[in-house]
């Protein structure tokens, strides 16, 4: 059982608010506003508020962020994929610079993720305005033969792929 800091780690008030959104516990200092506790749950919290504040779907935001992190990459379109609606999680994004090396570096992260994943990711080129690609999971059933479940599951698959990619960017193979 973790303790919970009794003040404000900022300011030293004592009075302070235990919070719970969306399942993580933290609390908030009445006085300063400082955000104290698990640090894992308060980088969700952020997290969240990042893609809300930028109308991002928050189970692909993460991926979302990653991706425009790389040189030439611009996301365009994505979604954290729907259970009511069965829909699948997918980043769109263009490519401006190095195409050839920044899709043969994704594709080898996505290949080595696919080792850890439920699903089969892959990247799928296709025209927008231009080319433009489509960062998804292979499915072999038609989509309505998918279940929440599994649609679960490709969520999950996307911290793997954001936590690869995290890490194989500072590889020497990835050098651009
Ligand atoms: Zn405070």
Same mark, same amino acid.
Request: glycine content about 6%; charged content about 35%.
């Given at each position: 059982m973790e303790e919970v800091c009794?003040? =404000?780690?900022? =300011?030293?008030?004592?009075s302070l608010r235990t919070i719970v959104q969306n399942g993580h516990q933290f609390e908030e200092c009445d006085l300063c506003g400082y955000i104290s506790g698990d640090e894992e749950s308060i980088q969700q919290i952020f997290e969240e508020q990042e893609a809300t504040e930028y109308e991002i779907d928050v189970p692909i935001y993460p991926l979302v962020r990653e991706l425009n992190e790389i040189k030439g990459i611009r996301t365009v379109n994505s979604c954290g994929g729907r259970t009511d609606v069965l829909m699948l999680p997918f980043v769109d994004f263009t490519i401006s610079d190095h195409l050839h090396k920044v899709l043969t570096n994704l594709l080898t992260s996505l290949k080595l993720s696919n080792r850890e994943t439920v699903g089969n990711w892959y990247i799928e080129p296709y025209i927008h305005t231009e080319l433009a690609f489509s960062l998804k999971p292979r499915i072999v059933?038609?989509?309505?033969?998918?279940t929440p479940s599994q649609i679960r599951e490709f969520r999950h698959d996307l911290r793997i792929i954001v936590r690869n990619l995290q890490m194989h960017r500072n590889l020497g193979w990835w050098r651009i």
């Open positions: 009794e003040y =404000c780690p900022e =300011c030293g008030n004592k059933q038609d989509i309505k033969y998918i």
